[in-house]
């Protein structure tokens, strides 16, 4: 019987993985179950979103809209470092580097979004990923966002569906760009 060269098995091995949805890292292989598909929005089966529950349109006042509020609620850097790691690999980001993703919440803090739910935080590049789009934009979006339902121009939950949804077209969804 002959044998099969070891370059040849490593790539029949590797093409194997793909093609079960498997990411092949100098740790072993691991499952890819979010896709870059939606860049530069994160896959909505792996982040829907999730509120903090003790912000409501009834609360905004001694919550979101009071200065430095979100400091309060901020996780740790030891937590959202060690999520982004693992949904880098859940990803199947190519480049693993924790510096050129940001920790994002979706449904962001300024808008009473939950601070540390799986579901509402994922690894938004900080590069554009062929959109346009980086993720300092959306940072602008968040603080707008927050001012007019601090002003009381748009709803809390219209505010928070709109970033959800789409936070490249949030604004002009709610006719506030």
Known sequence: MSRIPRPLVTTLSTLALAAAGLTVTAGGAHAQSCSQDYLPLPDPSCQPGAVNPDVTQDTIDSTICV????????????????????????????????????????????LGGNPTSPENLWPEPRYDTGSGEVAADKDTVENTLKK??????????????AIATDWTTALSSLGLS
């Open 148 to 161: 007019d339902v601090c002003n009381g121009e748009v709803g809390l939950d219209d505010a928070r569906n």
């Open 67 to 110: 200065s430095g509020w979100t400091a309060t609620v901020r996780p740790s850097s030891s937590y959202t470092t060690a999520l982004k790691k693992k949904q880098i690999v859940e990803y199947g980001y190519g480049d693993t580097s924790t510096a050129d993703y940001e920790e994002d919440h979706l449904i962001p803090l300024e």
